[in-house]
């Protein structure tokens, strides 16, 4: 099993997205359509700053790791923005800083916004079961919201 350090996540949106002009966003990482992570929400904010560390469980590089960026309103959030991580492209044991384009294929907008990871992809330790026949490993993707 891996997992990943994330330190570091910052956002900047082109876009005011409510009528005061400002947006109160918040990041959901995504993994198979479950959600692993909800952000804190930062109020009032085009280029939040977040300084959250999170430790995300990954089971295959396979996978694709979705971030998704909506703004928080009153009666329900709006989605700003999404962009996907390519797991298997991220190094061992290295911090990585990756800047994502967000997309929203529903958008007129070509910009929407980026989203700035540093990443650090690091094996689990191996649980072996004795006399088992088998053993089960897998990835974890820590990070950090600055």
């Known amino acids: 099993m891996y997992h990943s350090d994330v330190e570091g996540t910052a ?3 082109p ?3 409510s009528y005061a002009g400002t947006s109160d966003p918040y990041v959901k990482f995504k993994l198979n359509g479950k959600t692993l992570y909800k ?3 930062v109020y009032k904010n085009l280029n939040p700053v977040w300084d959250e560390t999170v430790v995300l469980p990954i089971q295959s590089l396979d996978q694709r790791l979705w971030v998704k960026v909506y703004d ?4 329900s959030s709006d989605f700003m923005g999404s962009a996907v991580l390519i797991l298997h492209k991220l ?3 290295r911090t990585t ?3 994502l384009k967000l997309e929203d ?3 007129l907008e070509d910009d929407m916004g980026v989203i700035v990871l540093n990443l650090r992809l690091v094996v689990k330790s191996c649980d072996i079961k004795r006399n088992s026949g088998h053993f089960r490993t897998g990835y ?5 919201l600055l």
């Not at 928080?72 to 009666?75: G, K, Q, S, V």
């Open 11 to 13: 956002f900047h949106a």
């Open 15 to 17: 876009l005011a997205y």
């Open 39 to 41: 952000s804190k929400v």
């Open 72 to 75: 928080r309103d009153l009666t």
């Open 91 to 93: 190094e061992l044991n």
């Open 97 to 99: 800083e990756r800047i």
């Open 105 to 107: 294929p529903n958008s």
């Open 140 to 144: 974890y993707l820590p990070y950090r």
